[in-house]
T-cell receptor, first 115, second 116 residues
Framework: GAGVSQSPSNKVTEKGKDVELRCDPI?????LYWYRQSLGQGLEFLIY????????KSGLPSDRFSAERTGGSVSTLTIQRTQQEDSAVYLC?????????????FGQGTRLTVV | AQKITQTQPGMFVQEKEAVTLDCTYD???????LFWYKQPSSGEMIFLIY??????QNATEGRYSLNFQKARKSANLVISASQLGDSAMYFC?????????????FGTGTQLKVEL
């Protein structure tokens, strides 16, 4: 596709349920990031995938959060037993190159609301 | 310590004037990249400009320029000839080479409003 695609765009779920958020990166981009943005706040790093390397999971806030990337392309972020504090916009980004100069291109985000 | 500090939560500028959005950063790495992103009310993150730590000249992209002062660890964004469409949230970000250059760390952002 032309850009990073995320689905769903909006998700309302009940507290305690599990949710899956999907990200389709730009074709050919080897790096993929997940961020979380709470209302009016900056972006909180969650996890990073680069090719076949082990992901950098240092930003995951708890063991209820996990992510995988299949075939080096599509990624799924899973939140188990959702809590109200998980409500936020979850942004996915991808970049073409490894290294400090690689700009990241973002999707439109998934707005998660836990009720 | 904060990696990226944006001290201006909100800024106002009149149309056609220039505005500077402040960003300071903290790193001990010699190699790093600095980025600015724009986030309009629609929520998308739009890449604006990039500055590498070894770049000798300040980056420019159209009406955007990055005032890079390495010794002061600042990377301010300058928007010339502001337009109403520039009203948005602006984020400064840094990627360090430590850890393989994985994490792109963002500041808390500056909300810019352009007025007639």
């Amino acid at each position: 596709g032309a850009g990073v695609s995320q689905s769903p765009s909006n998700k309302v779920t009940e507290k305690g349920k599990d949710v899956e958020l999907r990200c389709d990166p730009i074709s050919g981009h080897t790096a993929l990031y997940w961020y979380r943005q709470s209302l009016g706040q900056g972006l909180e790093f969650l996890i990073y995938f680069q090719g076949n390397s082990a992901p950098d999971k240092s930003g995951l806030p708890s063991d209820r959060f996990s992510a995988e990337r299949t075939g080096g392309s599509v990624s799924t972020l899973t939140i188990q037993r959702t809590q109200q504090e998980d409500s936020a916009v979850y942004l996915c980004a991808s970049s073409l190159r490894r290294g400090w100069g690689a700009e990241a291109f973002f999707g439109q985000g998934t707005r998660l609301t836990v009720v | 310590a904060q990696k990226i500090t944006q001290t201006q939560p909100g800024m106002f500028v009149q149309e056609k004037e220039a505005v500077t959005l402040d960003c300071t950063y903290d790193t001990s790495d010699p190699s790093y990249g600095l980025f600015w992103y724009k986030q309009p009310s629609s929520g998308e993150m739009i890449f604006l400009i990039y500055q590498g730590s070894y770049d000798q000249q300040n980056a420019t992209e159209g009406r955007y320029s990055l005032n890079f002062q390495k010794a002061r660890k600042s990377a301010n964004l300058v928007i010339s000839a502001s337009q109403l469409g520039d009203s948005a949230m602006y984020f400064c970000a840094m990627r360090e080479i430590t850890g393989g250059g994985n994490k792109l760390t963002f500041g808390t952002g500056t909300q810019l409003k352009v007025e007639l």
